[in-house]
């Protein structure tokens, strides 16, 4: 097999490896006074990209209209002011009635969100009536003979105290019994799952941006557990998970209601707004999430993720919260996370170019690279979700098994990813771009 093909192959594996059944969707705000049509909008989606989810602020009856047919399915919203009300059990049989029933099945819906952030809004009346209302509307679907939607409600991460380490997560107090534990329960027995919003934009160390958005860093050592983090979103996962451990609710489901990076900001009060880091977080994510791995306590687990957000919304507040879009109201990408179903459509710098666009460059470890820094270096990518089959054991490059050859197997696939930048071969001085055929340098035979 000649070295350009074998390429190829481990290029294919690398790309379309997809071992989830869970799915990315995205966040359809419509704080914006330039948005098209919710028809143009479910046409574009449909033809353009590989979103299969949106996933929606309100229940807006032409929105679900324009989704009929789609095979798109959606999360609706109930707005936290119809929370209290939909206690009453025949108010939210009148409520599944006129908002759900009209549009299922012929438009897929997959979540009820009851509220929204409902423990961060800090009212504890509303706090104390949300598993009601979630009550309610699940029976009410029940009596209506509906059993495929599931009803949830998203939570901010305030949920959990300032995480110390992964392992030591748990809710806030005086909320843990009187509001988790029974909406847990709620979940377990209804097979729905507990959403989050985990946001590493949010609170991340400015000494650790490369932790936040997925670039290569030493990693984040949790001392109870040895287990090492080499990003924030596992992090922050891991924390929610020990927190529903701690009640005794491990085995409930976790979706992602929303997570994102804005691709711009003011350059004064937001200098971690910019296009590099947002193409560099909402890009890995959607690869991490896609290899299936889990994270170091929930291995090969899977979450339904909702990426915030579809458009970049012109009526919010600050220039980032302008600029989390995917894409611009007239469509045109603001960069692609390997979401468009053409990557010649995409606008901005996409993240996994075609190998064959490479020219014949190859990142490897440096001769005077210790084996301490490649085996960080090999972690690090493999932890990314970068399938790192081919160099395991029984794998078709695991030979020679040595860190040097494997690190450089995985410092390459890296590079490529990223797109061939050479700061995407640093590795802190450990890698080096070179452009001869890596095959004739002794230690590498499976590049
Ligand atoms: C609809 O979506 C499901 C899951 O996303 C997929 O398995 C199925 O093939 C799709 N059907 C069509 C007609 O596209
Ligand atoms: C940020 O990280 C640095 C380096 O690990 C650490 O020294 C510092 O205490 C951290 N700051 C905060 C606020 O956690
Ligand atoms: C995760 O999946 C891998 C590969 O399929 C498997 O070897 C491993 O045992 C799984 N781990 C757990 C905890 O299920």
Redesign the pocket.
Known sequence: MTNQIHFLLIFSLLLFST?TSSFIGVNFGRVADNLPPPSSVANFLTSQTTLTSVKLFDCDPQILQAFANTNISLTVNIPNANIIPLTDPSAAQSWVSSNILPYHPQTIIRYIAVGNEVHFSGDKTLIANTVKAMESIHQALLTSKITDIKVTTPHSLAILPPLMSPSSGHFQKGYDHVFFGPLLEFHRKTKSPFMVNPYPYFGFNASMIEFAIFKKNDGVLDKATGLKYYNMFDYLMDGVYSAMKRLGYDDVDIAVGETGWPSAGDPATEPAATLDNAVSYNGNLVKHLKS???TPLM??RTFDTYIFALFNENLKESVSERNYGLFRPDFSPVYDVGVLKSPSQAGGPTTAPSPTESGGKWCVAKPDATDDKLQGNLDYVCSLGIDCKPIQDGGPCFDPNTVRSHASYAMNAYYHINGQQDSDCFFDGTGVVTSSDPSMISTLTCI
């Open positions: 071992a299936g791995k889990g291995p090969n």
